[in-house]
Each structure stands twice: as structure tokens, then as C-alpha cells.
């Protein structure tokens, strides 16, 4: 079982990002995949999570109307658009599996390896 996250890079502040975190081991059918992210000094905190396999989508307010979680059956691949980047959402991002989506990261039992997404001009 693993997830890969990739998509990260440095952008400017309104900039945009698609993080992708493909599956391989398990099919998304019996997943919720949710993306956290941690920043140097703070806590992991969550982002987003798409549910399965009714495909319900949820959200940090803190990225709310500015991100887009989705998957891709097919690629065994879930995404998270960002757009409107602002410098507080520089940190690393983790995707993880869990049986639901839920905000602890601890109810979650495989992670990526995160991908490092850095905002700033």
C-alpha cells in the first residue's frame, strides 16, 4: 500500500497548484483520501478529504472556495486544486487514506510522503 504526492513548487501569492496523490496497493473505492498540511512550527492540520464511494467532498475553511478536491478512478488519483494562494498556505502536503474522511490525522492509516508547496514572490 502507498500514496504519492506530487505538484508542489514555489508560486506566487493568486498563483495556482494541482497537488496530485496517486493510490497503488488499494483501490479509492474503499478509501477517503484526505490532504493535510503541516507549516515549520505548528501542527498537521487538515484540508481537504473526498469521501468513498459516494465521492462527498470537504473542506478546511481556511481553503474553502479557493480548493477543489476530485479523483480519478481510472488513475487510482485524487487531486487538490488550489487557486488564490496566499504565503499562509506555504507547508508541506500530505495525502492519506482513511475508511472516512475526518479531521483527526490520526483516524487516517496510510500517508504519503508530502510535497512541499511554498508561497511567495
Known amino acids: 500500500v502507498q500514496l504519492q504526492a506530487s505538484g508542489g513548487g514555489l508560486v506566487q501569492p493568486g498563483g495556482s497548484l494541482r497537488l496530485s496523490c496517486v493510490a497503488s496497493g488499494f483501490t479509492l473505492d474503499y478509501y477517503a483520501i484526505g490532504w493535510f498540511r503541516q507549516a515549520p512550527g505548528k501542527e498537521r492540520e487538515g484540508v481537504s478529504c473526498i469521501s468513498s464511494p459516494d465521492g462527498n467532498t470537504y473542506y478546511a475553511d481556511s481553503v474553502k472556495g479557493r480548493s477543489t478536491i476530485s479523483r480519478d478512478k481510472a488513475k487510482n488519483t485524487v487531486y487538490l486544486q488550489m487557486t488564490k494562494l496566499k504565503p499562509e498556505d506555504t507547508a508541506v502536503y500530505y495525502c492519506?487514506?482513511?475508511?472516512?474522511?475526518?479531521?483527526?490525522?490520526?483516524?487516517?492509516?496510510?500517508w504519503g510522503q508530502g510535497t512541499q508547496v511554498t508561497v511567495s514572490s
Open positions: 492519506a487514506a482513511a475508511r472516512g474522511c475526518a479531521p483527526e490525522a490520526t483516524l487516517y492509516d496510510y
